[in-house]
């Protein structure tokens, strides 16, 4: 299998554009997890879906961030409009099984979308 | 909410030393990850343990529920161990899916 993969790798962009970020999970995962990354506050989980139902999005920012998984092997974080203090590291991970991560599923994670907003 | 205390936060070690990371948290817990971040980004999840000691190679995860209180230890250490570490953890009060990360600990071994 390929792993989770991530599009693109890296992405600069002015304020104020709308900027989407893809991923697609591994073949019978059936949780997904997105995930930003900076350093000042670290890895945080923004939203996660379990059988492509969004189950906890507490920790989406704002209104500016969505996201979307219509079917079971892609999802999309879309940032609208997007603001320099959304530069970080977007990270989509995806699990097997119930994908309860409070019960421990071991999380697959992809390489990463690098975020610029300038 | 549940705070994840990662020590030490930088670690230099000579190739070879065995090596600990510890990880604190304030409420009880479902499950605790640990993770690999490689020094180009990438992450990978090493151990995921609710109990007990799980061991891999050289790396060891060990978890002691009533302390709240993880450890990975790394023995025979090697340059290519560089990395950051992090510690995660599930809770229980909180949703589902919803893992609290520490800040990491950054891990540099010379040869």
């Known amino acids: 299998d390929a792993g989770v993969i991530q599009s693109p790798r890296h992405e600069v962009t002015e304020m104020g554009q709308e900027v989407t970020l893809r991923c697609k999970p591994i073949?019978?995962?059936?949780?997904l997890f997105w995930y930003r990354q900076t350093m000042m506050r670290g890895l945080e989980l923004l939203i996660y879906?379990?059988?492509?139902?969004?189950?906890?999005d507490s920790g989406m920012p704002e209104d500016r961030f969505s996201a979307k998984m219509p079917n079971a092997s892609f999802s999309t974080l879309k940032i609208q409009p997007s603001e320099p203090r959304d530069s970080a590291v977007y990270f989509c991970a995806s699990s097997q099984s119930p994908g309860l991560a409070g019960l421990g599923e071991t999380q697959y994670f992809g390489p990463g979308t690098r975020l610029l907003v300038l | 909410k549940n705070e994840v205390e990662q020590s030490p936060q930088n670690l230099t070690a000579q190739e070879g030393e065995f090596i600990t990371i510890n990880c604190s948290y304030s409420v009880g817990i479902s499950a605790l990850h640990w993770l690999q971040q490689h020094p180009g980004g990438g992450i990978v999840s090493l151990f995921m343990?609710?109990?007990g000691k799980k061991k891999h190679g050289r790396l060891i995860a060990t978890i002691n529920i009533q302390e709240k209180h993880s450890s990975l230890h790394i023995t025979a250490s090697h340059p290519r161990d560089s990395a950051v570490y992090i510690c995660?953890?599930?809770?229980?009060?909180?949703?589902?899916?919803?893992?609290?990360f520490g800040k990491g600990t950054k891990l540099s071994v010379k040869p």
């Open positions: 343990l609710s109990s």
């Open positions: 995660a953890v599930g809770d229980y009060g909180g949703s589902q899916g919803n893992l609290i």
């Open positions: 073949s019978g995962h059936n949780s």
């Open positions: 879906f379990n059988n492509n139902v969004p189950i906890d």
